[in-house]
C-alpha cells in the first residue's frame, strides 16, 4: 500500500441532536478539527417550541471512522447528544415492498441503477407476483410473500427475517397496499418509509383521485412519511403538489398522481440516505 493510499481522504456526516444550550456547534467544531476534519458542510435547526437542537455536519478527513467516534465521544458525553456518524456516499442497504402498481419502484430501481440514488437493493417483496419480471430485469431476487388475514403474522415474521438477514437498513413501501401491524411499525420506527397517493391529511382511503376529482380539487399531490402505528400518520418527509382543473379526465388525474407519487417518494429516500432528515417528534427536520 503506498503513502497516497494510506493517507486518502475519507467523507462522514455526522447527525445530531439534543437539548439546545450553548456552546454545542464551537464543541462539535473543536472535537472534529482536534481529529483533523475539514467541514465540507455544516447545518444547524433549534426548535423553540421544543427546545431541541438539530445539526448535519460533512466532513473529509483522513482519520479512521474509529477514531473520529473516539474524538466525538467527549463532546457527545457533555451534551447528551442523540448522535450518528455515517460514511459519506456509503449505499444504504433498502428492501422494497410492492404489490402491483409499477411506478415507484420501478423509478427507485432506475435511479438506483444510474447511480443517482445511493442505496442497495438486496431484495424486493411483494405480496403478489406481477413485479417478478421487474426484479428480474434489474437482476434483484424476488421474494413473493401472499398476506391473508389468516396469514398475516407468519408473513410479518417472514419479512423481519428478511430485514435481519440481509442486513436492511431502509424499508421503502413503494405502494405496498398493505397495513403493516403495530408490532412491524414499531419494529421499523425511523427506518420505514411509506409514499401516500394524496395530499394528507385529504382523501385518504380508496381512490383518492377519484375523490378528488368528485371533489373539484385545484390541487392534487402525494406525501412520503415515516411508518407509524398511526396509520398514514407519520412524520412527514417530503409532498409535492400539481394544479389540475376541470378539463381533466379522473384517468388524467390518475396518471399525472403516478408521477408524483414516483417523484416524492424517489426525493424522501434520497434524502434519508443521505442523512438528512432527523425526526423531531412527529415531526422532521429535512436539511437540503
Known amino acids: 500500500m503506498n503513502s497516497r493510499t494510506q493517507h486518502a481522504s475519507n467523507g462522514f456526516v455526522l447527525t445530531l441532536s439534543c437539548a439546545d444550550r450553548p456552546g454545542i456547534v464551537h464543541a462539535v467544531a473543536g472535537a472534529l478539527l482536534e481529529a483533523g476534519c475539514n467541514i465540507t458542510d455544516s447545518q444547524q435547526y433549534g426548535n423553540p417550541d421544543t427546545g431541541t437542537f438539530f445539526m448535519r455536519v460533512a466532513v473529509e478527513t483522513t482519520t479512521t471512522f474509529t477514531r473520529l ?65 421487474l426484479a428480474d430485469f434489474y437482476g434483484i431476487p424476488f421474494y413473493y410473500i401472499p398476506v391473508t388475514p389468516e396469514t398475516k403474522a407468519h408473513a410479518e415474521d417472514q419479512l423481519l427475517e428478511l430485514v435481519t438477514r440481509l442486513d436492511v437498513e431502509l424499508v421503502v413501501l413503494a405502494r405496498y397496499m398493505q397495513v403493516l401491524s403495530d408490532k412491524l411499525c414499531r ?11 394524496s395530499f394528507l391529511p385529504s382523501f385518504k382511503g380508496a381512490k383518492p383521485y377519484h375523490q378528488a376529482h368528485a371533489r373539484g380539487v385545484k390541487i392534487i399531490g402525494a406525501t412520503a412519511h415515516y411508518v407509524t402505528a398511526a396509520l398514514d400518520e407519520g412524520p412527514i418527509i417530503e409532498q409535492e403538489v400539481i394544479r389540475v382543473d376541470h378539463g381533466h379526465s379522473v384517468e388524467k388525474f390518475v396518471s399525472m398522481g403516478r408521477a408524483v407519487e414516483a417523484r416524492t417518494l424517489a426525493q424522501a429516500v434520497q434524502w434519508h440516505a443521505e442523512h438528512r432528515v432527523l425526526l423531531d417528534g412527529h415531526r422532521t427536520v429535512v436539511f437540503d
Do not use: Y
Request: net charge neutral.
Open 69 to 133: 467516534r473516539e474524538h466525538l465521544d467527549s463532546v457527545a458525553g457533555q451534551f447528551a447528544l442523540n448522535w450518528q456518524l455515517h460514511r459519506a456516499g456509503a449505499p444504504v442497504r433498502t428492501l422494497i415492498l410492492a404489490s402491483k402498481a409499477a411506478h415507484c419502484i420501478n423509478d427507485l430501481l432506475f435511479l438506483q441503477r444510474s447511480g443517482t440514488l445511493p442505496i442497495e437493493i438486496p431484495a424486493i417483496v411483494s405480496n403478489h407476483r406481477d413485479l417478478e419480471p
Open 187 to 197: 419494529h421499523l420506527e425511523g427506518r420505514a418509509i411509506n409514499i401516500h397517493h
